[in-house]
Structures are given as structure tokens and as C-alpha cells.
């Protein structure tokens, strides 16, 4: 228990916020009077927006989407009033993706589908036929959150594509399951990727992307292509790989800034012949890159199937019971 002692916090305009209290428990001040914000506290919280409600059942997009009951019908439409830090909070069901990509541009943004009671990934489902990426992210400074939700594709087209038009740092991807139905080329592209068919330039970079918790089958090119800026991260992913495919496609060149981790994922295949876990192209260079705590189920037993180059950045990994090794 602290000695009692008085404080006073005030607003960037001068206005008093909270007034005189006195020292609780504990050394945390106890303050018993309303709290007023209309002075500003900057710098002291974490940046809050508004929460944005998307109901394709009852919903209406001339609604102000501020609640359940005047919620926005489709996800466009609340992207379309979003503004920085705002979360999108989308409800049950399919919703057809009506304009693509659906491009998130704005700081700190939150897209989450409302979760259903016992299961990983939420109810609510964002499907399209298309040629054209689901959705897109290109924040300046602080990218998405995007959790709870199913994202389906069966054109020749991407799940989330992370940074098209911009830099794009710290987009946390977690709780979702991407599936490809066979046409999708890949879950989730990150940053440079001009090797995966997408023709982004080489000077979009998408450093510190998360990417957690997800689940992923049936795309037709692979789940994840990324060459991302430093502290980019894959784990505790669920990723089936296709005939003749890769799971995770880690793109290195001499302009490359590897540093990532690929860590404690699960990959499946049919395909005990051709299919690869995580491939490797060139070499990297510098920074650094590590694969540790991934396992392999029914790949081939030459190592190079699990991990095509393992020199270097390899930790410890299982192909089934057995370790995979590093070259």
C-alpha cells in the first residue's frame, strides 16, 4: 500500500481530465470521478476507432452501420465509411465479394468475422469468381488486422494479397481458412513477389506480416508467397499441398532483405512424389531465415521435398518421425 498522494492528468488542449483522486491498492491510481476525453490524450492510448457492423441478411448499405440493427449489407460498403483504427465487425453468412479487390487502405484496421461457439475460424464466408484478389492491403504505416473469417476463391486469383500499390507494415492475418477450390492461385502473396505471376513491382514490401492460425487447401499455385522485409513470420499453419506444388514459396534475390521465420506448421500432401513444403529459390544472402518446429506428413523421404534448400537457416524440423536434415 502506497502513501496517499494526488494527481492531476490534462488533455493536449489544456482541459483538466481527471481531477484529484487519490492512490489505491497496489500503487495504481483510483479515479472515481467521469473520465472526459474532449481535451485529447495522445500519445497515452493506443489509437481507438469506431466499430462497423455488416450483416448481409438484414443489413442495408444506406444504414450508418454504427449497430447490429443499422448494419452495412455488404463489406464494401463498410470499407467505404472506415476510417483509421475503425474495426469491421462482419456477421453470419456467404457474402459475395461485389467489387474486388476489396482494398484496405486505411491505418490500423480491423476486419473480423463474429466467431462461432467451438470452432477456429468464424461463421462468416467471402467467396468469389474472379480474376481479381479478394482482398488487398496497402496501409502506409500500420496494416490490417483480418481474423474469424473464410475466404474462398475459385477464379485465378489470391485470397489476401499484402502490399500491391504500397509499402505495407504489420499485417496480422490469423484465424482464417483460405481455400482455393482447386482455381485460386495463392492464399496469402506478401510484399515483392514478381516470381508468383502477380507483376507487383520491386519496390512493394511488406515487413512484419503475421501470419497465424490459419488453414489452407486447394490452391492452385500454393498457400503463401512471400519475400517480405524483417520480421515477417508464418506459424502454427495447417497447409495441404497440391500435386506437383509447393506449400509455402519463399522468394529470395540479390535485392532481397530475408528476414523471416517459418515456425511450427503442418504440412500435408497426397502427393508423396512431386510436392514440396517450403521451397527456397536462389539463395539468401543476408539477414537471416528460419524454418524451425515445422513437420511433413506423407512427403517424400528425400529431405528436399520437406525443405528444397536447407543450409544455413535450418532448425529442427520432422519429415513424419523423422528429423529432417540441414545440408
Not at 473480423?112 to 484478389?133: F, R, Y
Not at 528425400?302 to 544455413?312: E, F, P, Q
Request: hydrophobic share 40%; charged share 15%.
Amino acid at each position: 500500500m502506497g502513501s496517499a498522494s494526488k494527481v492531476k492528468i490534462y488533455g493536449a488542449g489544456g482541459n483538466m481530465i481527471f481531477g484529484q483522486k487519490t492512490r489505491g491498492n497496489g500503487g495504481y491510481f483510483q479515479f472515481d470521478a467521469p473520465v472526459n476525453f474532449n481535451g485529447g490524450l495522445k500519445g497515452m492510448f493506443a489509437p481507438l476507432g469506431r466499430f462497423l457492423f455488416v450483416l448481409k441478411a438484414t443489413g442495408n448499405d444506406g444504414n450508418d452501420g454504427l449497430s447490429w440493427a443499422t448494419a452495412y449489407k455488404t463489406i464494401g460498403a463498410a470499407l467505404a465509411h472506415a476510417n483509421k483504427y475503425d474495426t469491421i465487425v462482419i456477421g453470419f453468412g456467404v457474402y459475395d465479394a461485389e467489387t474486388l479487390p476489396l482494398n484496405i487502405t486505411a491505418d490500423g484496421q480491423k476486419i473480423l468475422g463474429v466467431m462461432t461457439s467451438g470452432h477456429q475460424w468464424g461463421q462468416p464466408s467471402i467467396k468469389a469468381l474472379s480474376t481479381l484478389s479478394i482482398m488487398t492491403t496497402n496501409s502506409p504505416n500500420i496494416g490490417p488486422e483480418i481474423a474469424f473469417l473464410s475466404i474462398y476463391t475459385a477464379g485465378a486469383a489470391c485470397g489476401i494479397e499484402v502490399g500491391t500499390t504500397a509499402n505495407t507494415w504489420r499485417t496480422h492475418i490469423h484465424d482464417v481458412h483460405f481455400a482455393g477450390y482447386g482455381s485460386g492461385l495463392w492464399g496469402v502473396i506478401m510484399g515483392n513477389t514478381t516470381a508468383s505471376g502477380r507483376g507487383h513491382s520491386a519496390t512493394i514490401d511488406a515487413p512484419s506480416t503475421i501470419v497465424e492460425d490459419c488453414y489452407f487447401d486447394q490452391w492452385k499455385a500454393g498457400s503463401i508467397h512471400f519475400n517480405c522485409g524483417g520480421g515477417s513470420v508464418v506459424r502454427r499453419c495447417v497447409i495441404v499441398v497440391e500435386t506437383a506444388l509447393s506449400g509455402i514459396n519463399y522468394y529470395t534475390d540479390s535485392t532481397s532483405r530475408p528476414f523471416a521465420s517459418i515456425l511450427d506448421n503442418k504440412f500435408i500432401t497426397l502427393d508423396s512424389t512431386n510436392a514440396v513444403g517450403i521451397t527456397v529459390d536462389n539463395t539468401p544472402t543476408a539477414g537471416y531465415l528460419l524454418i524451425d518446429g515445422n513437420h511433413f506428413a506423407n512427403f517424400a523421404a528425400d529431405d528436399n521435398h520437406a525443405v528444397s534448400k536447407r543450409a544455413g537457416y535450418m532448425g529442427l524440423n520432422y519429415r513424419g518421425v523423422t528429423v529432417v536434415a540441414v545440408s
